[in-house]
């Protein structure tokens, strides 16, 4: 089975590679770059979803795999806490008979000066988190989730 995710991010490739195996077995996953359709920094859940869906289906589009998926990451306004906003991670799987499939990871809040930094000057959360954490290139690693949650860059089976 051959699987397209709507991003050459390194991370978001190989998480996709190691939850279609546990369902699939075998798979080839690539990574192919792909326009979300969206900000890069998507506010709402209206554009998380929609860039998230966009993705899966331009990465099928381009490839004509099996499967196609995309990851969109963003904020989303939430009362009572302390920033007002949560961000959350929308994964949409879609396939060549036009069927796509949504879920949404827990939502988490981001340090002050984030959030700050995206609604004021309109940087991506990951740029902001690499800014904090004097990592410019942040985002192509990790990213500000792997900060968060202390995660290393995936490097083989048995690696975070």
Do not use: W
Not at 36 to 47: A, H, K, N, T
Not at 60 to 75: F, M, P, Q, R, S
Not at 91 to 114: K, M, N, Q, R
């Amino acid at each position: 089975m051959r699987i397209a995710v709507g991003s050459t991010n390194p991370t978001k490739v190989k998480a996709v590679e190691r939850v279609m195996r546990r369902i699939y077995g075998d798979v080839d996953v690539i990574g192919v770059e792909v326009d979300s359709g969206v900000p890069d920094q998507p506010i709402g859940i209206g554009e998380i979803a929609r860039g998230a869906i966009n993705r899966a289906k331009r990465a099928l589009e381009k490839t004509n795999a099996d499967l196609g998926v995309g990851i969109e990451a963003g904020i989303y306004p939430f009362p009572g806490t302390l920033t007002g906003y949560l961000d959350v991670q929308v994964c949409a799987v879609a396939s060549p008979d036009g069927l796509v499939t949504i879920g949404h990871s827990p939502g988490f809040e981001y340090p002050p000066v984030v959030i700050e930094k995206i609604l004021k000057e309109g940087v991506e959360a990951g740029v902001a988190m690499g800014e904090l954490v004097k990592d410019p290139e942040l985002k192509r690693k990790v990213g500000a989730i792997g900060v968060l949650t202390d995660l290393l860059p995936c490097q083989g089976e048995g690696s975070a």
